[in-house]
């Protein structure tokens, strides 16, 4: 069956310091992969998704970044962290007709972020 | 990618049935009606997915009009741990080729005792 890890559950940055955020996923091969953010009392915010190795798409320009090294890797950085990234990272993976032909979208544990 | 809109919020008590609407006027040919269920600090989860009329399982019901510009999450008597956020999502499925999935702000549902 597929599953999926992201890592670090929790994490509490200083400003300026840097940020890495890892998921992968087992038991599915080239799945599409996005990373949302969820700020307090807000709802989920599109920031990359990825069809491929290699192959990142940016939905909102910001301080942050994605790569995808490995098929079922993806990462999310920051060089800078800001007060505003502070939220609820989650991670996804969607197959193609390879999951009950329904094409949802399967979330990580997520990630909670606090930048002081 | 069609836009979406649903109620910020509703309120409900056990046992009864809750009904929570999303509007999608550019809804295009190729899309498919999915609604997702969030707790707090999770990620949100699959409920129920269609295409025109009604489907229905074990958890839901979702009734889609003719002209597929709205649709109905049904939930049939909420009991408190129901309460959660609601998205409706509209897009193409996953063996139409890549896409990208945004969720808009969702229906947050309170069950009281």
């Known amino acids: 069956s597929q599953t999926i890890h992201q890592w670090p559950a929790t994490l509490v940055q200083p400003v300026g310091s840097p940020l890495s955020l890892e998921c992968t996923v087992e038991?599915?091969?080239?799945?599409?992969l996005y990373w949302y953010r969820q700020a307090a009392g807000r709802g989920l915010q599109l920031l990359f998704y990825s069809v491929g190795i290699g192959q990142i798409s940016s939905e909102v320009p910001q301080n942050l970044s994605a790569s995808r090294p490995q098929d079922r890797q993806f990462i999310l950085s920051s060089k800078k962290l800001l007060l505003s990234d502070s939220g609820f990272y989650l991670c996804a993976w969607r197959g193609l007709a390879l999951v009950a032909n329904t094409g949802e979208l399967f979330f990580g544990e997520g990630s909670r972020l606090t930048v002081l | 990618l069609a836009k979406t809109t649903q109620p910020i919020s509703m309120d409900s008590y056990e046992g009864q049935e809750v009904n929570i609407t999303c509007s999608h006027n550019n809804i295009a040919t190729n899309d498919y009606i999915t609604w997702y269920q969030q707790f707090p600090s999770q990620g949100p989860r699959f409920i129920i997915q269609?295409?025109?009329t009604k489907v229905k399982n074990e958890v839901a019901s979702l009734f889609i009009p003719a002209d597929r510009k709205s649709s109905t999450l049904s939930l049939p008597r909420v009991s408190l741990s129901d309460t959660a956020v609601y998205y409706c999502l509209v897009g193409p499925r996953g063996d139409s080729g890549y896409s990208t999935l945004t969720f808009g702000k969702g229906t947050m549902l309170l069950v009281s005792p």
């Open positions: 038991g599915t091969s080239n799945p599409n």
């Open positions: 269609g295409y025109k």
